[in-house]
C-alpha cells in the first residue's frame, strides 16, 4: 500500500473506533482493530489501538466529568487490578485462544438474546460490593486477555437496567483504569517503537472528530436506541473473538 493509502485506511479506522468509543464508552480496540490488524503487524498495532483508546477514554471522562460515578466504580477497578495482573500472566504462559473463542461466543449468545427479548426483567439494585469486585476482577481478567475490559461490566449493568447517564458514569472510570495499568505493565517490559509513537501523531485528528462526534451523539439519542447500540456492539466484539 501506498503512503496515502496507509494514512487514510489509519484515518478512518482510528475515527470510526473514536466515534463508537465516545459514543458507548467502550470497544475501540473491537472496531479498530477489525481495520487495523489487517494492514499493521499485532505488535504496531495493539499499542497504537492502546494508546488511542486511551486518549479517548480521557477524553470521555473529561467531556462526561459531572456523571462520573468514581465512588462507586472503585469497588469494579480494585476487583480488575487484580485480574490484570493473572491475564498477563496467563498470556505468557498458556494458550488462550479456546478462552477467547469461547468468551466471545458467550458474549455474541448474549448480546443476540438482550436484542431479541421481548421485555426486559431486571435484578435488584447494584448494591452488593461483593458480586461489584467480581465483576470488576473478572473484567480485568478478560480484559487483559481479550482486550475488552468493559464487556462485563457493560453486561453487568445491562441486567440491572441502569440508565444510560449512570451506565456511562459506573463503567467509563473502571475502563479508563485498566487500560491505563494494562499499558503501565506493558511499558514495563517493552517500549513503544518510533513507529507506533509517529502513527498515533498522525492518527490525533480522527481521533479528536470521531471522539467528539460520538460525545455529541450520546447526549441525543435516547434510552433505549443507547441500549441497543451497546448490545449491538457487544455482539460485534464477541463476533470478532470468535471470527
Known sequence: MSDIAVYLVLSAAVFAG?????????????????????VF?????????????????????????????????????????????????????????????????LVSLYAAYALLRPTAAYLRQMDSRGSNALVGFGGGLVGGL?????????????FHGLPKTQQRGLVQPYIGVMQLFALALMLSHHSLSLKVLIDFGI?????????????????????????????????????????
Request: with cysteine; charged share 10%; glycine share 10%.
Open 146 to 158: 481479550t482486550a475488552m475490559p468493559g464487556a462485563l461490566p457493560a453486561i453487568w449493568c445491562d
Open 41 to 105: 503487524p499485532p505488535m504496531e498495532a495493539v499499542p497504537l489501538m492502546m494508546a488511542c483508546s486511551i486518549t479517548v477514554q480521557a477524553a470521555n471522562l473529561f467531556a462526561l466529568r459531572k456523571s462520573m460515578q468514581w465512588k462507586t466504580s472503585l469497588v469494579f477497578i480494585a476487583g480488575g487490578l487484580l485480574g490484570i495482573p493473572i491475564a498477563i500472566y496467563l498470556l505468557q504462559n498458556v494458550d488462550t485462544g479456546i478462552f477467547r473463542l469461547g468468551f466471545g461466543i
Open 18 to 38: 473514536a466515534f463508537v468509543s465516545g459514543l458507548s464508552g467502550f470497544a475501540f480496540s473491537a472496531v479498530a482493530g477489525a481495520i487495523l490488524l489487517h
Open 203 to 243: 492518527s490525533l485528528p480522527a481521533l479528536a472528530a470521531g471522539t467528539a462526534v460520538g460525545i455529541v451523539l450520546f447526549g441525543r439519542i435516547n434510552e433505549a436506541a443507547f441500549k441497543r447500540i451497546i448490545l449491538g456492539l457487544l455482539l460485534f466484539s464477541g463476533l470478532c473473538l470468535v471470527i
